[in-house]
């Protein structure tokens, strides 16, 4: 059973940073590196949005428009943890953020919730004006 735990949501001010882990374990004989990993987010009232995904060796790596330039995502296979560290934070980027994970080893990130299979339970970050 594949578990996906997420950590570091809070509250902010805007133009604060956070920075969430979200730690892997029960892989079933794959190794974390063995998944692409996603981080999504999903506010009240609206679907679950891709924030930003990354390959499984790290070399590739997706961000939204909406996040660009202020949002990193990184991950330590070693640690078996994905990263996303969040700068110049802003009132819209309040959601419930999640972590998601895809065996795949083809090189890729993926973009869409549906390709993914293992997800975390979220962490939720409120960012005020």
């Known amino acids: 059973q594949v578990q996906l735990v997420e950590s570091g949501g809070g509250l902010v001010q805007a133009g604060g940073s956070l920075r969430l882990s979200c730690s892997a374990s029960g892989l079933s004989g794959l190794t974390f590196r063995s998944y692409a990993m996603g981080w999504f987010r999903q506010a009240p009232g609206k679907e679950r949005d891709v924030v930003a995904a990354?390959?499984?060796?790290?070399?590739?790596?997706y961000s939204a428009d909406s996040v660009k330039g202020r949002f990193t995502i990184s991950r330590d296979n070693a640690k078996n943890t994905l990263y996303l560290q969040m700068n110049s934070l802003k009132p819209e980027d309040t959601a419930v953020y999640y972590c998601?994970?895809?065996?795949?080893?083809?090189?890729?990130?993926?973009?869409?919730?549906?390709?993914?299979?293992?997800w975390g339970q979220g962490t939720q970050v409120t960012v005020s004006s």
């Open positions: 998601a994970a895809k065996g795949g080893l083809d090189g890729r990130y993926y973009l869409s919730a549906l390709e993914y299979r293992y």
């Open positions: 990354i390959n499984w060796s790290g070399t590739t790596t």
